[in-house]
Structures are given as C-alpha cells and as structure tokens.
C-alpha cells in the first residue's frame, strides 16, 4: 500500500511565524506535490516537484516555497505566515507508469495561523 | 482556461437510493480523469482512473463512466458508509512534459439510513 505522512494533522502559528510542513512517502515516487483545500474553492495546487531538486509553481504559489532534498521527502514552507493561509494543506505523490500516474494523497495538515 | 465542473455541489440520498454524480470538463489534452473520496478531516482517497471515452470502472457499490464531456459516478444501492465529498479532477499538460491535476470543488454525498 502507498503511504504519504505528514508531519502534523494540527498546527497553531502566529503571523509572520516561519512554518514548515513536511511529507514523507515510502513508494519511491518521483513526483510529489502539495495543495490546500479551503471550503467553496476546492484543492489548489501549490507546487510540485518530479524529481529531487527540482520544484515547479503550481497555481497559487505566491507566499510559498518548497524543498526536495531527497527523493522520499517534499516540504513546504510559509517564510511569514498570515492569517490567510489558514488552511487544510494536503501533500501527494505519485509515478509515472506507461504514461498512465495516480495521486496519493497524505492525511492532510490542519493550519491555523492566528 | 480548464475547467472542472461537479454537480450537484450536495446530495442527500436515503439508504438503498441509486443516483448519479457528474463530473463535467472543457480541458484540453485530457489525460485521464479521476474519483477520489474524501471523509470529513481526511485526504482524498482514490477510486478510479478513466483515461478514454466509453471507459467504465466498477467497485463495489460504485461505477464511474467517461465520454469526451464528461464522467458519471453511479451509486447503486448506497449504505450510510458511502457518505463522503467526492472529487473529481482531470490530468492535464502543465507546461513543459509535466502534468498536473486540476480539481472540482466535489459533491457532498449524504446517506440516510
């Protein structure tokens, strides 16, 4: 079975506090990805990474960023968290099979920055 | 722009009811279209993959179907367990050779017993 960990399944940070959150899959995929899922707008896609180092802007990558230092690991970071990224912050990962990939998805990391 | 449509946004079925959620699409470079479920708190789960028109896939009590517009996800006899948010998101060309995917904001599915 695929398995995709996030660090956390709450979170309480303060304005302008730096956040880090970290997800850890144990399929040796290549891509992982995060989003957030706020209610009336559905998931997002933040950014994503298909190989380690690499990481290229989903659709709302503004105020984030991200590191993949090894292949298993995919973090994302708030450098100065506001209150608008509360938020349901969801990590997948996923490979590429003749040409046919699947999302997996983590648990999900419930944010609430005061 | 790509869009992903998900009707009805709520449903509330009684136990036993059969019904049909849709999931409506006008991407271009369609590659593949998937169901997941989502519990209250919880990730999304995945269900299905359809990647061509007239494609079916069956589990359990659920069925999903794709034409070139759009895909159905059929419940059969639904139990109070099947109660979930239902998303579907289509694959699609991001630039480059990577793909991504791109979500409907998903039908609340309730079952009453």
């Known amino acids: 079975d695929v398995k995709v960990t996030q660090s956390s399944r709450y979170l309480v940070k303060r304005t302008g506090e730096k956040v880090f959150l970290e997800c850890v899959q144990d399929m040796d995929h290549e891509n992982m990805f995060w989003y957030r899922q706020d209610p009336g707008l559905g998931l997002r896609l933040i950014y994503f990474?298909?190989?380690?180092?690499?990481?290229e802007k989903g659709d709302i990558p503004e105020g984030y960023s991200v590191s993949r230092e090894k292949k298993e690991r995919f973090s994302l970071i708030l450098e100065s968290a506001s209150t608008n990224q509360t938020s349901m912050y969801l990590c997948?990962?996923?490979?590429?099979?003749?040409?046919?990939?699947?999302?997996?998805f983590g648990p999900g990391t419930r944010l609430l920055v005061l | 722009e790509d869009q992903v449509t998900q009707s009805p946004e709520a449903l509330r079925l009684q136990e036993g009811e059969s019904s049909s959620l849709n999931c409506s699409y006008t991407v271009s470079g369609l590659r593949g279209l998937f169901w997941y479920r989502q519990d209250p708190g919880k990730g999304p789960e995945f269900l299905f993959t359809l990647y061509s028109a007239g494609e079916e896939k069956e589990k359990e009590r659920l069925k999903a179907t794709l034409t070139k517009k759009e895909s159905f996800l059929h419940i059969t006899a639904p139990k109070p367990e099947d109660s979930a948010t239902y998303l579907c998101?289509?694959?699609?060309?991001?630039?480059?050779?990577?793909?991504?995917?791109?979500f409907g904001k998903g039908t609340l599915l309730t079952v009453n017993p």
């Open positions: 998101a289509v694959r699609i060309l991001s630039g480059g050779s990577n793909y991504k995917l791109t």
């Open positions: 997948a990962s996923s490979f590429l099979e003749r040409k046919k990939e699947t999302q997996y």
């Open positions: 990474s298909y190989d380690v180092k690499m990481k």
